[in-house]
């Protein structure tokens, strides 16, 4: 990253070797660094001749590029953006004659009402929950049908969308030792359950958690009528979340859910390592 202009040729220089030294090719490109930036994505859904979008949803709650909050739809975003969005999502899709589900991804400049394309992730992701929790649809099924070659079932028109969800990912880390992974054996797991609530675990009493692989344990979503009663279902799911053996992101999740700067919505990319600037972390996760 360049902030100055005179930083410019050794930023050129530097990326220019480094593109040569692992792809033979030296060429690089310029794009603008937008600051503050918002991640946001919309779900498509293709059969190859026909594709449909799925809404939108923001994962600027990120940490080492690493998302850790997801909700849907992206909270605060004014509708030219949004509806500017998911058209150049599903006009890039049928340019491509996109097969199956599949997300695309924007960075956002909410301030100049600006969205710059990403990447596309050709498959179903870990925060695909919350589509389905404002849609009512079964992405899976969806997915296999079309795999199947029964091609999309669904007309845009069929695809609606009610009421607000917002997913935490759990993760075998210690937020407090620097998010230090943290296998081991869980010796308890009690996920909650109530109106609006869903857990996707593979994690009980005896699990083992590994250090050679992905620390997800859990994911706790919440949906409701609004950004609020989602919100408020989040901040009580958390609070009877227990894990025990290892420590866990739980209890910065719901530190998180109790911010009043994450409460307002739409916030950019960098908002995850500001908090976490401030925080002394006195707030230990009681299970770990």
Same mark, same amino acid.
């Given at each position: 990253m360049a902030r100055e202009p005179g930083e410019l040729g050794e930023a050129v220089a530097v990326g220019s070797a480094e593109a040569r030294a692992a792809f033979g090719d030296p060429r690089v490109y310029l794009e603008r660094y937008v600051s503050p930036a /918002?991640? *946001?994505e919309v779900q498509l859904l293709g059969d190859g001749q026909n594709v449909i979008h799925l809404g939108d949803r923001d994962c600027s709650v990120q940490r080492r590029y690493q998302k850790l909050i997801e909700e849907a739809p992206a909270p605060r975003l004014g509708e030219t953006l949004r509806v500017g969005? /998911?058209?150049a999502a599903v006009a890039l899709g049928l340019h491509l004659k996109y097969q199956g589900l599949g997300t695309v991804e924007f960075l956002v400049d909410a301030e100049r009402s600006a969205f710059w394309f990403l990447e596309v992730n050709a498959r179903i992701q870990v925060e695909h929950p919350v589509t389905e929790a404002v849609t009512g649809l079964d992405l899976v099924a969806e997915q296999i049908a079309i795999a199947e070659g029964r091609g +999309? /079932? +669904?007309s845009q028109a069929d &695809?609606?969308?009610s009421g607000h969800a917002i997913e935490c990912r *759990?993760?075998?880390e210690d937020p407090a030792a620097g998010f230090r992974p943290s296998p081991g054996t869980v010796t308890r797991a009690v996920f909650p359950a109530g109106p609006g609530l869903r857990v996707d675990t593979h994690v009980q009493a005896g699990s083992a958690v590994p250090p050679q692989y992905? !620390?997800?344990l859990a994911k706790l &979503?919440? !949906?409701?009528? !609004?950004r609020a009663e989602a919100l408020a279902r989040l901040r009580g799911a958390l609070a009877r979340c227990e894990i025990g053996g290892v420590a866990t992101t739980v209890a910065m999740h719901a530190a998180l859910a109790a911010d009043s700067e994450f409460a307002a919505g739409g916030v950019d990319a960098g908002y995850l390592g500001r908090w976490l600037e401030l925080q002394s972390w006195s707030v230990r996760d009681k299970n770990g």
């Open positions: /918002r991640h *946001v969005m /998911r058209a +999309l /079932r +669904l &695809v609606q969308f *759990v993760n075998a992905d !620390s997800l &979503v919440a !949906s409701g009528a !609004s």
